[in-house]
C-alpha cells in the first residue's frame, strides 16, 4: 500500500516530491525516499525512521544539489523485506543509471532474481520490487528505450504493480505502468506529474488522467503518451476532479467509510497476492513459523475484539472444517483475565487491524507468558502486535481511516482462510485438489464483493424505508452468524440503532420474547445448506409481527415466502460468503448513519484505535 510521486521538467522537483509523499504518508510509513535524475547522474536519498520517515527525508534532501528537474519518490507499507533503508524505495540497477519506485507485490521475484543473480546482477536490497531494476537495465543493455524497456520487464512479472522508472542515460524521462495498484497522471504547463493517488498532486496539476491495468505511460516535460503491453497507444481517460484537498483524501466520496467499503475488492486481492509457490503450497513470507512448528499445533485460540473478533469467529468454522483443529475464540478482554489453560501444542492468533488494541496486546502477551506459540493477523506493519507476536500475517488492507471498521474484516477473513487452509495442507486433512479449488474460489471473491457493491442503490432505499425502525436484531447460522454479528455492530455504532446479533437457532431460547410490531429482523440466509432451519426461524419472527429483511442469494427463489425485503447478493462457497454478505449490510448501515444525519467517519464516543482497558 505504498504511496509513489514522480514528477518531470520542474524547476523545483524537490519540494514537489517532499509535499507530495507528506500526503501520501498515510499510504505506508515504515520508510520514504527520493531519486532525483539529470543526464548521467542519479542522486538518491532513503530514509527509514518510521512514521517521522518523511521529515527525515526532507533534512536529508537538504544536501540534494541543485538543478534536478525529474524525480520519483515513494513512502513505504513493508511487505517484502524489513522496514529499513536498504528496502526503503528508490531501488537502483547494477549501473547506478536506473531507479524505480513500486507498490504493489512481484509475486514470481524468487525465481526472477536467481535468473538475474546467475547473469550476473548484484542485489542490494531484501525486496521484490529490486528485480525491476534489474530487468529494466538488461532490457536496456539490448538497446531498448525506457519506454519499451519497462514493457519488456513486466512481459515477465507477475503479480501487482504501480512502478515509476527513470534512467540516467534517458533523463526527463519517467516510465510508468499499472496492474491493480492506482496510478494517475497529471499534467500542467511544461511539468507532467504520476501519483498512487490524486491528493499528491492535486495543487501542481491542472488536468488528471488515470491509468488503467496493464498500460505504459511515458511522460516528459511536454506531455505524455500511453500504450499497451504490446506497445499499441491507448488514451487515458481524463479524471473529472474539482476537489478540494478534503474530498481528495477520501478519493471523491463524501466520507472515508464509503472510500473504505469500495476498496474491499483491492484489499481482498493485495491480502491474497503472492501467497502460493510454484508448487501449489500456501506460504506467507511473512510468517516465521515453520512448516514442523504449524504441523505439531494442537488446539488453535483465536483471541481479537469488535469487529477482529467476528473475523477470528469465521475462522473457528474454517479451521475446523478444513484443517480439523479444535478452534476457542475469545474476546480478548476476558482471555486475559480468566486463567486461560495453554497446554503444549496451542497456537494463539492475535487478530487485530491497528496492532495495537490494548486488549488484544495484553491476550497475546499472556498467552506467551504461558508458553503459546503467537501468530499476529495485522493490518499496520510493525505494530505493537507485530513486535509482540512471534510471527505476523499482514492483511494489505491499506489504511483504515473511517472508525467503523470494514475492509479490515474481509481482509481478515481472507488471511486467516488461507492461513486455515496451509493447516489443512500440512495436516493433510484435505487433498490437494480441493483445497486448490478453494484458493481459486478465494481469489474470487473480490469480483463477487464487486458485484454486491453494485448494490448500493437498492441497499440505500430500504434502509432508508425502515429509517424510523428502533430495534434490529440481525440473525445467522453458521457462518453466517459472525456476519450477523458483523452486520449488528455496523448499525450500532454508526446509526445508533439499538442492534442485536444471534445464532438463529439461539432466538427462542429468550430473545424472541422481545419480537413485535416494529422490530426487524435482518437474517443472514445465504447458506442454503442450513436454508430450512433459518426459513423456519424467520417464519416465526414474522408471526410475531417483526419486518423481515434478508441477505440472499441471487438464485434463491424460497426466501421471498418469509422476507418483506430481500438483499441479493451473488453466491459463493459457504465459508467465503461472509466477505460478500458483510457488503450488503455495511451498506445497509451506512445508508441508515446518513439518513439519520450521523457522522459516519467519527461515531460518537468512540475511537478508531482503543488502547485503553
Ligand atoms: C468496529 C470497530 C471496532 C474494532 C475493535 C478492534 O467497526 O472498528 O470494533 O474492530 O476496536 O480493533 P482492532 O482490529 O484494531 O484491534
Known sequence: MCGIIGVVGDTDTVSTLLSGLERLEYRGYDSAGVALVRPGETWRARCADGTESVAALRRACDEAPAGFRSGIGHTRWATHGAPEAINAHPHLDCSGHVA???????ENHTELQEGLEARGHVFTSVTDSEVLAHLIEEARGRGLDLLDAVRDALGVVRGAFALAAMDA???DVIVAARRISPLVVGTAAGVTYLASDVPAILDRASAFYAVNDDEV???????????DLEGAPVRLRQLAIDWDLETAEKGGHDDFMTKEILEQPDALRATLLDRRRPDGSITFDELRVSDDELRAVKRVVLVAAGTSHHAALVAKYAIERWARLSVEVDIASEYRYRDPVVEVGTLVIGVSQSGETIDTIQAVREAKRRGARVVGIANIVDSSLAREADAVIYTRAGLEVSVASTKSFVAQVAALELLALRLAQLRQTLAESEIDALVRGLGAVGTLVEKALGRRD????????????????????????PTALEGALKLKEISYRHAEGYPAGELKHGPLALIEPGVVVVAVATDLALHEKLLSNLAEVKARGATVVAVATDDDETIDSVADYVLRVPATEPMFSPMVDVVALQLFAYAMARGLGRNVDRPRNLAKTVTVE
Not at 524505480?100 to 512481484?106: A, E, M, R, S, V
Not at 505511460?217 to 500504450?227: K, N, S
Not at 437498492?458 to 445467522?476: I, M, P, S, T, Y
Open 458 to 481: 437498492e441497499v440505500a432505499a430500504l434502509a432508508l424505508a425502515l429509517l424510523d425502525a428502533r430495534d434490529f436484531f440481525f440473525l445467522g447460522r453458521h457462518v453466517g452468524f
Open 100 to 106: 524505480i519506485i513500486h507498490n504493489g507485490i512481484i
Open 217 to 227: 505511460v511515458r511522460l516528459g516535460p511536454e506531455g505524455f503518451r500511453a500504450v
Open 169 to 171: 542515460t534517458e533523463s
